[in-house]
């Protein structure tokens, strides 16, 4: 999808170069090869494809021709308890920002909306700021929402009363919850790195290009990202936190169950060395001469074998939870 915005009209789908005309923002939604060559051809700019957005190094994320930042990052997106992360490309001229996109931000709605809504400037520049803005706004709500899981996460862990038959399935439960935690604070990390490059670089060579309000705001934007990663310090030692002590509760319970057989084997040794050193060939066995004998010794056996198996089942012992 090729969307043209600009002030105070809705979005328009491109076809060719009328929509174009007034738009200080092109966004290029999961776009076709079509669309990109056509985004290429109508503005005269190089427009980065999906592998090449998907590069690692600064000098791919980064650079700069012809007074044109080329600039990508990844950005983490959250769907229920899923998380993944994406790349974003951004393309900015003097009169033109081309955004490049492979699913659907709520940011990217959310300045859509602002644009459309208010009819002021579309500067190119004033519309990645806003972009930057929001981005930032989202990923330091999914930190206040992570805190707030990893707190509810911590009180259910040290929760003083446990019923032993279902905890190893809570716990095994709990230990998810902090992969999962640690996987989406990473995926923000990686996020904020991406924008505070992108937002020190285009400060720094942006020149005469860039308007000082929106320098201004962008060193804002940077300042935000560094007290969001001082958050994401005190939420990864929390959540390393919580690993140590899941284990750590993982370990008491494998260490009752070995306990526990480990005295069954102990009381069962007597009673097993009795009958080896007898044999159990007495003369007056009353079993060795009853008609049901050969069917009790199988249903003693049974029993042996099943009741404790119904009982490693109530307590959780069995199977995959």
């Known amino acids: 999808m090729f969307l043209a915005h600009a002030a105070g009209r809705p979005p328009l789908a491109v076809t060719d170069e009328r929509e174009t005309e007034l738009s200080g923002w092109l966004d290029l939604v999961e776009p076709t090869e079509a669309e990109l060559d056509l985004a290429s051809r109508l503005t005269g700019l190089r427009i980065p494809r999906r592998p090449e957005l998907e590069e690692i190094e600064n000098s791919s994320r980064m650079s700069t021709e012809n007074d044109v930042f080329y600039l990508s990052m990844p950005l983490v997106r959250r769907v229920d308890d899923n998380t993944f992360v994406t790349p974003i490309g951004l393309v900015l001229s003097r009169d033109r920002l081309i955004t ?10 959310t300045v859509a909306e602002h644009v459309e809504r208010y009819d002021t400037d579309c500067a190119a520049d004033h519309v990645m700021v806003m972009l930057f803005e929001a981005m930032i706004d989202r990923l330091a709500d999914l930190l206040e929402r992570m805190g707030a899981e990893l707190d509810r996460l911590s009180r259910r862990i040290f929760r003083s009363e446990r019923k032993r038959g279902d905890a190893d399935s809570k716990l095994r439960s709990q230990l998810r919850h902090v992969g999962r935690a640690e996987g989406l604070v990473s ?5 904020l790195l991406g924008l505070g490059r992108i937002a020190l670089y285009v400060v720094e060579h942006g020149g005469d290009a860039l308007h000082a309000a929106m320098c201004a705001r962008l060193t804002s934007c940077r300042r935000d990202i560094d007290s969001l990663n001082d958050y994401i310090g005190d939420v990864s030692g929390k959540i390393h936190f ?4 899941t284990l750590g509760f993982i370990n008491i319970e494998q260490n009752n169950g070995i306990r526990l057989l480990t005295v069954v084997s102990i009381v069962g040794i007597p009673p097993t060395f009795i009958a080896s050193l007898y044999g159990m060939n007495f003369k007056n066995m009353p079993e ?6 050969y069917y009790y010794a199988l249903t003693l056996m049974a029993i042996t074998v099943v009741v404790p198996m119904i009982w490693f089942w109530r307590r959780g012992w069995l199977g995959t939870q």
């Open 100 to 109: 490049v996109r492979y699913t659907d931000f709520s940011v990217f709605k």
């Open 187 to 191: 995926d923000i990390r990686e996020s």
């Open 242 to 245: 919580l690993l140590d002590a």
């Open 288 to 293: 060795l001469n009853w008609t049901y004998g």
